[in-house]
């Protein structure tokens, strides 16, 4: 089957670095998408990897192996409006269950 | 950026009835994607729909029980017809301007919906 695994809950200290993982099983991998969604508010488009290697915007940052069948987000010098739930997703079509960020004051 | 509008923003309905979904884009995009998504839950992609062909649908999903219509570059409708408590969800319309892998993918506000 096809399926994406990514960590249900992650908790981090405002003003730190939080990675999310991502590990995914899926035929016909292409790329690997990440999306932010606050409570009651539509999904947003964080970024897309389609190549192995690091993609930086701003103080977010994504990253791609696909040999290990594997990508992260990074979230620097963290904001409480970063708490939100993040999904891996991919192409637009498989998402993983989404991964709550809760920030610490 | 693409700004969506979604008609009904929520509603609720009887068994066995149908509810039609409309998705407004401000302005043309190539690719227009409809979603179902549990609150609290992850997204589920019920089906792509390209203006000018017939809409792609995914795994579990039939155009008899979700038929879509997109006339123009700027406007979709998905219908969930003979509706169950099992279709109560919210359903999102997305969007990319291009069809690249690359292309940002904005989403609509979602329309709650309510089967009893």
């Known amino acids: 089957g096809q399926s994406l695994e990514q960590p249900s809950e992650v908790t981090a200290v405002e003003g730190a670095i939080v990675q999310i993982n991502c590990t995914y099983q899926t035929s016909g991998f292409y790329g690997l998408s990440w999306y932010q969604q606050h409570d009651g508010g539509a999904p947003t488009f964080l970024s897309y990897n389609g190549l192995d290697g690091l993609e930086e915007t701003g103080r977010f940052s994504s990253f791609l192996s696909r040999s290990d069948s594997y990508g992260y987000l990074l979230l620097q010098e963290l904001q409480m409006k970063d708490s939100a739930s993040y999904f891996c997703?991919?192409?637009?079509?498989?998402f993983g269950k989404g991964t709550r960020l809760h920030i610490l004051p | 950026s693409a700004v969506i509008s979604q008609k009904p923003s929520r509603d609720i309905c009887q068994r066995g009835t149908s509810l039609t979904i409309q998705c407004q884009v401000d302005?043309?995009?190539?690719?227009m994607f409809w979603y179902r998504q549990q609150p609290g839950q992850s997204l589920t992609l019920i089906a792509t729909a390209n203006q000018g062909s017939e809409a792609t649908y995914e795994s579990g999903f039939v155009i008899d029980k979700f038929p879509i219509s997109r006339p123009n570059l700027t406007f979709s409708t998905l219908t969930v017809s003979n509706m169950s408590p099992e279709d109560s969800s919210i359903y999102l319309c997305?969007?990319?301007?291009?069809?690249?892998?690359?292309?940002?993918?904005?989403f609509g506000p979602g329309t709650r919906l309510t089967v009893l």
């Open positions: 997703a991919v192409e637009k079509i498989i």
């Open positions: 302005s043309q995009v190539t690719m």
């Open positions: 997305s969007v990319t301007r291009g069809d690249r892998a690359t292309d940002t993918q904005y």
